[in-house]
């Protein structure tokens, strides 16, 4: 049997205009927890799962990202089996990233975390 892709949903990013607001609505009526936070965007946990509902103030649309151990080679892979890469591999803070298509058009981010996680201050708020 081939082994999965995909490890896990690292997070479905949302854009929002108002990142206060948006956090009043997610963290204070809904009851998400804040695990991480900068000035233009916030990473929320649900309950019963370490994966995040990010908000960002942003036009883009929302995205998939999923956990991989390796976004080079899971690139590969995924060219392999029939979809092609959109936006080549770069580096970001946690490691790597690769936005990729299937064959049906969807988009997703397949990212890995060989840098580690974000680090942050006890209020959340992301430290460098």
Same mark, same amino acid.
């Given at each position: 049997?081939? &082994?999965?892709?995909?490890? &896990? ?7 929002? @205009? ?10 204070? @009526? ?8 900068t000035?233009?965007? !916030? ?27 390796? !976004?080079?080679? !899971? !690139? ?12 080549e591999?770069?580096? *970001?803070k *946690?490691? &790597?990233?690769?936005?990729? @298509?299937?064959?049906?058009g ?8 060989? &840098? ?13």
């Open positions: 049997m081939t &082994k999965p892709l995909f490890q &896990k949903i690292d997070c479905l990013q949302l854009p929002v @205009k108002d990142l206060e607001a948006a956090l009043e609505f997610y963290h204070d @009526k809904l009851g998400l927890e804040i695990v991480w936070r000035d233009r965007a !916030a990473g929320l946990r649900m309950a019963d799962s370490d994966g995040e509902l990010v908000l960002g103030v942003s036009e883009n649309a929302p995205e998939t990202d999923l956990t991989v151990e390796s !976004a080079e080679d !899971a !690139a590969r892979r995924f060219v392999e089996a029939g979809g092609t890469v959109i936006r591999t770069r580096d *970001i *946690i490691g &790597k990233c690769v936005v990729v @298509k299937d064959p049906w969807n988009q997703l981010v397949l990212l890995d975390t060989t &840098k580690g996680l974000l680090k942050t201050d006890t209020e959340g708020f992301v430290v460098e």
